[in-house]
């Protein structure tokens, strides 16, 4: 019995020992970033900042954030200095750093394969695996000409010298993350041009799931809930809830009209009226009135899932 037991205890040992060999030794998955170059033109700079400004939101997550406002707006002097997000809603310290040229503290020494790697593969520049917040599994399915865009407009922010420190992930999290970074070795396709299609491209480039999805308490979306609502956010005002965006007539938005939904990206006020203060529309307001629909006639596909949300409390 005791020798079974032995056996069983050393078994269990091997497993767990195989499983930190396998996310610390082989993992991550990682390639030498690629010798890219990112273009110059003005044409080039205006579809990256179009990207990065109202689409990716890069410009809203990696600046400092006036939280006097409504939308999470960020303050336009300080483009691209970096934004600390504490540690309340994520299991450690989250930083996202500097992107302006600022050689010491910003990306001014950096490779546009460095950028584009981290960007798409989740490695940073001294190899570190990245926190996935950082949306680099959505962008990996950006175009390389997209993703270049972004980085020729980046490299147009001016000089701060800011730096917010690093990102600091809790272990277990820390090794998991390890085993998401991939490599992307050929450009994924261009961006879709039909709306739903369109829509749905936009919605994933947005990170809109990244709040809007059910999670369960250790912060993973719950199958069958995709953006059935119910995540919560602590802020200076008081705590919201990110709404259900199925079509679910009680519960989610399948009784809003397009024009409510417009107002919500427009103007950040909600189907109640009320102004949507962590909800990023200020960014998501620069489209297009056609990107616009596109991601409404998107949302109209998400299947109804039944999901009544708590509401916001405001003080
Ligand atoms: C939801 C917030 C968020 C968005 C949106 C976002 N980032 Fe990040 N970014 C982060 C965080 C947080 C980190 C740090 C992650 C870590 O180190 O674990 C990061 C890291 C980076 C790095 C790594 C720098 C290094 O150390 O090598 C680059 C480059 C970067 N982001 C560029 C971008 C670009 C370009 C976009 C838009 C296409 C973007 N980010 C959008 C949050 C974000
Ligand atoms: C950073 C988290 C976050 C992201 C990213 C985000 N949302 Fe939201 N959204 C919220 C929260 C929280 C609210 C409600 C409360 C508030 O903002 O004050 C909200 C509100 C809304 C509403 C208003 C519904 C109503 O009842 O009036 C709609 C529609 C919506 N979001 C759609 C989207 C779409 C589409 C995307 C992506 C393009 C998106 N959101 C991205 C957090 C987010």
Same mark, same amino acid.
């Given at each position: ?90 299991? !450690?310290? %989250?930083? =996202?750093? @500097? $992107?302006?040229?600022?050689?010491? &503290? /910003? +990306? *001014?020494?950096?490779? #546009? ?124 005002? !008081?705590? %919201?809830? =990110?709404? @259900? $965006?199925?079509?679910?007539?009680? &519960? /989610? +938005? *399948?009784?809003?009209? #397009? ?57």
């Amino acid at each position: 019995m005791k020798k079974v037991l032995v056996a069983v205890v050393a078994l269990i040992l091997l497993a767990v020992g195989g499983i930190a060999v396998k996310f610390y030794a082989l993992s991550p998955v990682a390639r030498p970033a690629p010798d890219v170059h990112a273009p110059t033109s003005p044409e080039a700079i205006a579809r990256g900042d179009y990207l990065a400004n109202h689409i990716t939101g890069c410009t809203t997550c990696h600046s400092p954030i006036d939280d006097t406002v409504p939308g999470d707006v960020f303050i336009a002097s300080r483009i691209g200095a970096g934004r600390d997000f504490g540690s309340e809603e994520f299991p !450690g310290t %989250v930083r =996202a750093p @500097n $992107l302006t040229p600022d050689k010491e &503290t /910003g +990306i *001014g020494n950096r490779t #546009d394969g460095e950028i584009l790697r981290a960007m798409r593969e989740g490695i940073a520049h001294d190899g570190h695996v990245m926190f996935p917040m950082m949306p680099y599994t959505s962008y990996a399915n950006l175009s390389d000409e997209d993703a270049l865009d972004i980085i020729a407009y980046v490299r147009t922010f001016k000089p701060i010298k800011n730096d917010p420190g690093p990102t600091k992930i809790d272990f277990p999290v820390s090794m998991f993350i390890r085993a998401v970074p991939k490599p992307v070795e050929k450009s994924p396709p261009p961006e879709p041009t039909e709306p739903v299609a369109r829509g749905l491209w936009i919605m994933a480039n947005a990170s809109c799931a990244e709040c809007h999805d059910t999670i369960d308490d250790k912060h993973q979306p719950i199958p069958g809930k995709h953006l059935a609502g119910g995540q919560h956010f602590t802020f200076s005002k !008081g705590v %919201v809830y =990110a709404p @259900n $965006l199925t079509s679910d007539k009680a &519960t /989610g +938005i *399948g009784a809003y009209t #397009d024009e409510e939904l417009m107002r919500v990206f427009q103007e950040g006020i909600g189907k109640d009226g009320r102004p949507l203060w962590v909800m990023p529309w200020a960014a998501l307001k620069g489209q297009t009135e056609e990107d616009k629909r596109a991601v409404i006639a998107a949302l109209r596909t998400i299947p109804p899932v039944t999901n009544q949300v708590p509401h916001s409390q405001m003080h």
